[in-house]
């Protein structure tokens, strides 16, 4: 049955309590002028002035009550949406919080994987077997304690820490050499070492270029790389930037022989010789060979 609308009367309660005092004044005097006209019971008179003035009094004292809690009930009101309004902000920095955090755990993740991935394949686990899978999982384990937002030497691998010759390096290592003679010498180098050498230079080229990115959690540098020929060849040399030894990381002759094998632009010269030595350093890393 639907609901019938009613009219409200609505009497402010300053209204009600004016009210009031008029009918107990004139209730007062009427009994006063009735009293002195008439020959009245004095006590009886006295009684009904006490009866209309405590009547009085009581309905002041609840027009007082009520204002009170009217207001009070007002203050609360108001408390509460305070309380909404604050709950509302908690929760909307909460969820940017918790956003952040998630974004910054997925980059942080990536990177490490990248690194892990990087320190499995340099030390001759060849992908796709169960001894890389496990390799793989103890590094990504041992790397994620290290993660840190500064950069600050350790018995680990540090931290990277962005400088201008990040994008110079990164771009070195992903083009060819411009310079058709420089690409025949780096070219005969690599040719005169074995192709596990190879390997490690195209490793540590791959490393160098996802370490000098923007946001990089980790500095340039594998430990699974050394090879005397190498390093006495001055292709390779240890990390400046740790504390930890065994860590490696290319000098520049290194990174001119690196970047025939991470160059991802086209040849100048030479296409097929680079290709026949890509592809025999990525069967090496596959376990092809």
Known sequence: MPDIPRDRLSISLRVTATIAVIVALVSLTTLTIVA????????????????????????????????????????SQQLYANMLGLLSQIREKTEGTQTTLTKMNSQMLEHIMGKARSETE????????????????ENVVRLWPQARPVHTPSMGFA????????????????????????????????????????????????????????????????????????????????????????????????RELARILSATDNAPAFADEVDQLRVAVDDYGRGNV
């Open 122 to 137: 340099a030390a001759g686990v060849k992908p796709g077997t169960p001894a890389f899978a496990s390799a793989l999982a």
């Open 36 to 75: 002195s006209v008439k020959d009245v019971d004095t006590l009886s008179t006295v009684a009904l002035a006490l009866a209309i003035i405590a009547f009085v009094a009581q309905l002041m004292v609840f027009v007082v009550q009520t204002q009170a809690a009217n207001a009070q009930e007002l203050r």
């Open 159 to 254: 931290t990277h820490v962005e400088s201008p010759e990040d994008f110079e390096i990164a771009r070195q290592l992903t083009t060819f050499p411009k310079e058709v003679s420089a690409l025949r010498h780096a070219l005969d180098q690599l040719q005169q070492l074995p192709v596990e050498d190879q390997y490690s230079l195209a490793s540590l080229g791959e490393d160098e270029v996802s370490s000098r990115r923007p946001n990089a959690a980790y500095a340039p540098g594998l430990s699974a790389v050394h090879s005397q020929e190498l390093e006495n060849r001055g292709l390779i040399r240890p990390s400046p930037y740790t504390a930890r030894e065994g860590v490696w990381v290319l000098t520049e002759p290194g």
